[in-house]
């Protein structure tokens, strides 16, 4: 694939394979330097924002993914950048050590502090536009997110916390579907009650997440 780099350039970017494709949504792929190349889907609607992803990056939150590049289409127009390639992990998200979770997400908590604090509002934060590696966990799509007025302080603040907090209780509900002794527990219910930062908090009591799952099992029956 050829772009322009900031510099109106010419760049070649090798492909080597295919990451994702889905239905109406931004094309991801590997490079054959083991990069990731993130090509967006233009819609009339929705024009990337370049201004914003360089205001993000330059935040350096812990837990975010780097762009590397910035690449544009022939009429200088934001159209894909280069990152790093983050390898998933296979490793079962209740069987490893809880201080995997309460390490990474404490940092996460702190992050999107951060964001709040620069009127960022956060969107779309899930288990798909997270990568969880065997050390970090990476979040590696910030498209959606938008600028916010600054007397909305109030509202982003608790946007952005809602948004780290059920990223952890996602990861942790999905865990659940390899136990059979979990998987036919609604923990979404419960966790509609809880406080992020106290559940990471709660984790830490643990040596295992799965441990503190069937806790939580108990209190719901």
């Not at 054959?32 to 009339?44: A, E, Q, W």
Request: proline content about 3%; hydrophobic content about 30%; some cysteine.
């Amino acid at each position: 694939m050829y772009f322009y780099d900031h510099n109106y350039k010419l760049v070649r970017v090798p492909i080597t394979e295919k990451i994702s494709h889905p239905l109406n949504s931004h094309r991801v792929y590997k490079t054959s330097d083991g990069r990731c190349l993130k090509r967006f889907r233009i819609f009339p609607w929705a024009e990337p924002d370049l201004e914003l992803e360089q205001r993000i990056q330059n935040l350096q939150l812990k837990h975010f993914f780097e762009i590397q590049e910035y690449l544009f289409n022939k009429s200088g127009d934001y159209r894909a950048f280069l990152m790093p390639y983050y390898e998933r992990s296979s490793k079962d998200i209740l069987t490893r050590t809880s201080d995997y979770l309460t390490d990474n997400f404490s940092e996460i908590f702190d992050s999107f502090d951060r964001l709040s604090l620069a009127f960022i509002e956060a969107r779309d934060t899930n288990l798909e536009n997270s990568i969880f590696t065997d050390q970090d966990i990476i979040l590696i799509d910030t498209e959606r997110y938008c600028d916010a007025d600054v007397d909305e302080r109030d509202t982003v603040s608790d946007n952005n916390y809602s948004e780290a907090s059920w990223l952890l209780f996602s990861s942790l509900i999905k865990g659940t579907k390899n136990h059979s002794d979990l998987s036919d527990t609604d923990f979404y219910k419960w966790f509609k009650n809880q406080d992020g930062r106290t559940v990471c908090s709660d984790l830490a009591n643990y040596k295992y997440p799965i441990e503190y799952m069937r806790k939580v099992k108990q209190k719901i029956k």
